[in-house]
């Protein structure tokens, strides 16, 4: 199942409009569906809301796996955590120690530009 079938299906299991959800998330209805079709990605800020919202965890959303928020929030996880979810997502497989290396390296540089 992919990341817009877990938000559809989680949506509809809470009873959750896109309407309602787009207002919550302080986003376009037209993003969401974006998100909900597989036509955008959520960044991982948007993906940290989505699971809050819906009640369940991203790596739930991304992955399909841990559907109950147990153990940290997303705020929570470390950027490893947290890149190794998304690369999990963008490779359809768990990623190598070098693809890993290779993302933390990448958002390192990234995060250090906002700065």
């Known amino acids: 199942m992919a990341l817009g079938n877990r938000l559809k299906s989680r949506s509809e299991e809470l009873g959750i409009k896109q309407t309602e959800l787009s207002k919550r998330l302080k986003i376009s209805r037209s993003t969401l569906n974006g998100y909900f079709t597989g036509y955008r990605e959520p960044d991982l800020k ?68 906002k700065d």
């Open 46 to 113: 948007t993906l940290e809301k989505l699971a809050l919202e819906l009640d369940t965890t991203v790596e739930y959303l991304v992955t399909g796996n841990n559907p109950h928020p147990q153990k940290a929030l997303p705020s929570e996880l470390s950027t490893e955590e947290a890149l190794l979810i998304v690369s999990k997502n963008m490779l359809n497989r768990a990623p190598t120690e070098e693809e890993l290396r290779k993302f933390l390296d990448i958002a390192k540089v990234f995060f250090d530009a």
